[in-house]
Each structure stands twice: as structure tokens, then as C-alpha cells.
């Protein structure tokens, strides 16, 4: 069996990544996955969180933020479909702190229930976010 | 007949015209190359998301699963998105859609059924509102602003979409939008959002790999259907976009051609104008002369 699948990561306005992969670590709704070449097929739903790369054996983890999404996982191939995807690297937990403060002044004060559901959503990626920044 | 100033005046105004409409021309070219190349970047994940929902839709068993799948159990209430662009001055681009979207109003209110409309983009609007103002709940513009259209534009009209559903104001959505099928035709479409409607031929492998799911199908399908619907209004929106831009080109390549035109035209009469104007004189000068 092969040592690595491709591995895509898929953004609505882009294919971000699109490359061999050792091992990919997956936050899953109902826990973690880790998944390297022949996993069984599964089909996922993803929460906000980090996904971790490793492209070689030996190689290093490259962890991206995604904002929650799905994932379809067959023996040779894992395709993660993300609403959005940054690289940990590039947040900032600063800015987030106050964007979290200000995401959770607008909610307060939404009464539309459009409103409310794009916020809601929006706090929890920006949660999301935060944590993965914490935890580096 | 006018005089020759005239006639200086109207070709100077004539080809500053020609200008402005090969200068939106060219416009109109650079953004439907990056409209298209975005409407392509969006593929994958569309064409990856509609398989997922095929797979997980196969593992529900029929006649089950969320309303977004199979329904209201009734069409009685509409509800027309219908996607136009912002600016004018595209041709046929807006006219065409809403005589579509008029018609598709007229054969739904004849078949009993009640129609809600929601514009996407000022052009819809402004039209539908002269004779279906009061179908008319909602209106979204400047989607995109000034920049590239982004999915988070495609969620703000996804998100209205989703919450007049849960709020049971209607059954059945369609959306209405210029469909881009070359760069100098653009079709208006309709296409049901809900209850979702699969394409014959995605059951294909569906039974070759067992899948597993996690969550269980039915949770993964909560999830599923609503981001499906985002994805198709993005693409609609991108679709349209790109139609916008080859509409625009087309229609200012024609009026650059018009103009063109009515300058040769103008200058011919004008170089009469002038030559009558020369002979006029010669004459004059010449019958003053004989009659001394």
C-alpha cells in the first residue's frame, strides 16, 4: 500500500491545497481524525478548528485553520471542504480578542433572525480561531 | 439644414461617446476574465459537495430526512429569488431575466399557487416593482461592493433564504438567474434550491464503497443542505456575474460600432455642408464681379 493519499483542501472561491500527504489530522464534530493512506471511506462533519499536515514520514506539521466544513475520506483520496482556511501562522490573537469584544457587542444588540444566524456563526469560528492561536 | 459649427459640435460629442463606451469595453474585458476565472475556482468544491450530498442522501432511507431534502409536503407558497445585476448600460442582460421571472410569476399564479419574490441586485428590482410591488419582501444590493463577489456574499443571500424557510413562509424556492453559456449568450435559468432536487446521473457509484458516517447521516444532511444551498446561490451569483461582464462588452462593442458609424456619417454631410458653403461664396463673389 502506498505510504500517502492526496490530499485536497477545498474552499468555495478556491482549491487551496491539492498535494500528497503522509498523515492529516482532522477535527472532526465528534472528535479527531487522524488519517493516513488506506482509511476506511468515511464522510465528516468538521467543527472549527486546526488541520495538521504532515506531507512526508519524517516531515513537519503544518497546521491550517479552518472554519468548520465537511470531509470525505476513501482509501486513497481525503477531500476537506472548508468555508475558510488560514494558516496558524498568520492569525493574530490580538486582533482576534477584539474582534471576538466586537462580534459579541453585535449580537446583543441583532434582532433579525438573518442577523443573529451569520454572527452566531461568525463567534464561533472567531472562538475557533482564538484557541488554535492559544495553543501553538 | 444646421450649420457647419453644428456639425463640429455633434461629431466632437459623438466620439467622445465612442470613448467612453470602447473604454467601458475594455473594462467589461478584463473583469469577465477574472468573473469567469472565479466561476472555474469554484468548481471543485461544488462538484465535491454535490457528491457528498449524494452519498450521504443514499444512506437515507426515502421519504425521510429533513425538510430541506424532501420538503414542505406541499408547493402551495413560492418564493422566486431572482438575481440581476446592479448597473445597467448590458444590453438585454436585466430585460431578458425579468421578462423570465414575470413569466414564471404569471405560470404560477395561474396554476393557484402564491408567489414571494426576493431581488437580488437594483435592476430586478426596480422593474418588478411596477407590477408585483407587493410580492416583493426583500431586496439585497451592492453584493460584492466594488470588489470581487466572495462566498460570504452568496451567505448573506443564503441566509435570508434559510431563515424565511425555518419561519414557514414559504415551500417551494427557486432561484432565477442569467445562466452564462458563452460570451455572447447568456440564458435565463430557473433552478430549485428546495426541496433539493438530485441529478439522475450522481447515483452512479453510490453502492461501489461502503461509506461510513459520522455524525449519522441524517445529522451530516442537517448540515449538508444548507451549505448546498449557499454553494449554489454562489454559483449562480458568479454565473451571473460573468454574464453581467460578457453582456456589458457585447453591448458596448456594438455601441462603439454605432458610433463609428455616425461619425463617418456626420462627416460626410458635414464636408457637404462645407463644400456648399465654398461654392455659395465663390458665386456671390463672382456674380458682385460681373455685375460691376
Known amino acids: ?136 | 439644414m444646421p450649420s457647419l459649427k453644428e456639425y463640429r459640435t455633434r461629431i466632437a460629442s459623438v466620439k467622445s461617446t465612442r470613448k467612453i463606451t470602447s473604454a467601458m469595453k475594455m473594462v467589461a474585458a478584463s473583469k469577465l476574465k477574472r468573473a469567469q476565472e472565479a466561476a472555474q475556482a469554484s468548481q471543485p468544491y461544488a462538484s465535491a459537495m454535490a457528491g457528498m450530498i449524494s452519498r450521504v442522501a443514499a444512506g437515507v432511507a426515502a421519504g425521510s430526512g429533513p425538510a430541506l431534502l424532501v420538503g414542505t409536503g406541499s408547493s402551495e407558497k413560492h418564493l422566486l429569488v431572482v438575481c440581476s445585476s446592479d448597473r445597467g448600460l448590458c444590453g438585454g442582460f436585466n430585460g431578458n431575466l425579468v421578462r423570465f421571472a414575470k413569466n414564471e410569476i404569471r405560470r404560477l399564479q395561474g396554476e393557484g399557487k402564491k408567489v414571494e419574490i426576493v431581488c437580488v441586485g437594483r435592476k430586478a428590482r426596480d422593474v418588478l416593482k411596477r407590477d408585483y410591488a407587493t410580492l416583493i419582501t426583500e431586496t439585497i444590493t451592492n453584493l460584492g461592493g466594488r470588489g470581487r463577489l466572495g462566498f460570504a456574499d452568496a451567505l448573506k443571500v443564503s441566509d435570508l433564504i434559510l431563515a424565511k424557510f425555518n419561519a414557514g413562509e414559504y415551500d417551494v424556492c427557486s432561484l432565477v438567474y442569467n445562466q452564462f453559456v458563452s460570451v455572447l449568450a447568456q440564458k435565463p435559468a430557473t433552478q430549485q434550491l428546495i426541496p433539493f432536487v438530485m441529478a439522475a446521473n450522481e447515483n452512479v457509484d453510490v453502492a461501489a464503497t461502503p461509506y461510513s458516517f459520522e455524525p449519522e447521516e441524517d445529522v451530516i444532511l442537517a448540515d449538508l443542505l444548507p451549505k448546498n444551498i449557499s454553494v449554489q446561490v454562489f454559483r449562480a451569483l458568479l454565473d451571473s456575474a460573468a454574464g453581467e461582464q460578457a453582456a456589458r462588452m457585447t453591448a458596448m462593442d456594438n455601441a462603439t460600432r454605432n458610433a463609428g458609424d455616425m461619425i463617418k456619417n456626420l462627416s460626410v454631410k458635414y464636408n457637404r455642408a462645407r463644400q456648399a458653403y465654398i461654392t455659395k461664396e465663390l458665386i456671390e463673389i463672382i456674380s458682385g464681379a460681373e455685375a460691376v
Open chain 1, 1 to 136: 500500500m502506498a505510504d500517502t493519499f492526496n490530499f485536497e483542501l477545498v474552499s468555495p472561491e478556491q482549491k487551496l491545497i491539492s498535494e500528497q500527504a503522509f498523515q492529516v489530522t482532522i477535527p472532526g464534530e465528534e472528535g479527531d481524525v487522524g488519517v493516513r493512506a488506506g482509511h476506511m471511506a468515511l464522510v465528516m462533519t468538521v467543527r472549527p478548528g486546526v488541520v495538521e499536515v504532515i506531507r512526508t514520514e519524517d516531515g513537519v506539521k503544518e497546521k491550517i485553520f479552518i472554519a468548520g466544513g465537511f470531509a470525505d475520506i476513501s482509501q486513497t483520496n481525503c477531500t476537506v471542504l472548508a468555508e475558510e482556511a488560514v494558516p496558524v501562522a498568520n492569525l493574530n490573537a490580538e486582533k482576534l480578542t477584539a474582534e471576538l469584544h466586537n462580534v459579541t457587542e453585535h449580537l446583543s444588540l441583532a434582532d433579525s433572525e438573518v442577523e443573529k444566524l451569520s454572527l452566531n456563526r461568525k463567534l464561533a469560528i472567531v472562538t475557533a480561531m482564538l484557541d488554535a492561536v492559544k495553543a501553538v
